[in-house]
């Protein structure tokens, strides 16, 4: 199947501390670049929290390039999900075929039924009674910037769902 593809999938904390980063082909030894995206994503996200009264679907946050675009969603709880998509598909990538002109169409609402999903799961990892989203911030305000983030999410489900929906989804498929 050849048209956009998602590439990473991005879930950062209300005090954008990285929860979870997952990565697909033929993207899954690209972590610092794509935890670098993701990172520059969380300045525009607080512009437009600032400039606009913006709903939960952000859209799209930013072109990085012909082929990698970003797009995002804020929770009511403020965290954050940022999709970034391969606009020419895994397949042209990982043929080694040359880059095409990027498939037009690719609409911000192509994007929701993901962002549902996600959503979806990442409410039901904190309706587990074994996961705690305290371990998952950092520690205080004041030792923050002194200590790491808090631990990624670990929950096997959790994971397992995202690359399900990282893997299936395609321009106009429901999740």
Not at 2 to 30: E, M, Q, W
Not at 97 to 117: E, N
Request: with cysteine; net charge negative; charged share 20%.
């Amino acid at each position: 199947m050849t048209g956009p593809r998602i590439a990473c999938i991005g879930v950062i904390g209300k005090t954008d501390n990285p929860l979870h980063i997952s990565l697909f082909p033929p993207y899954t030894d690209s972590t610092i670049e794509f935890s670098f995206m993701l990172n520059s994503c969380l300045d525009i996200i607080e512009i437009r929290r600032k400039q606009t009264s913006i709903d939960q679907d952000l859209g799209l946050l930013h072109a990085i390039d012909e082929r990698l675009a970003a797009y995002g969603w804020l929770t009511t709880t403020g965290v954050k999900f940022l999709i970034i998509v391969d606009q020419f598909g895994r397949e042209s990538v990982s043929a080694g075929k040359p880059a095409g002109p990027a498939v037009s169409g690719l609409r911000d609402s192509d994007l929701k039924p993901a962002f549902r999903a996600l959503q979806s799961a990442y409410i039901q990892l904190l309706q587990n009674p074994f996961y705690s989203p305290d371990e998952h911030a950092p520690i205080s305000e004041t030792t923050a910037a002194a200590t790491t983030a808090g631990q990624p999410i670990s929950n096997p489900k959790f994971i397992a769902d995202l690359q399900r929906i990282g893997q299936t989804w395609a321009p106009g498929v429901a999740m």
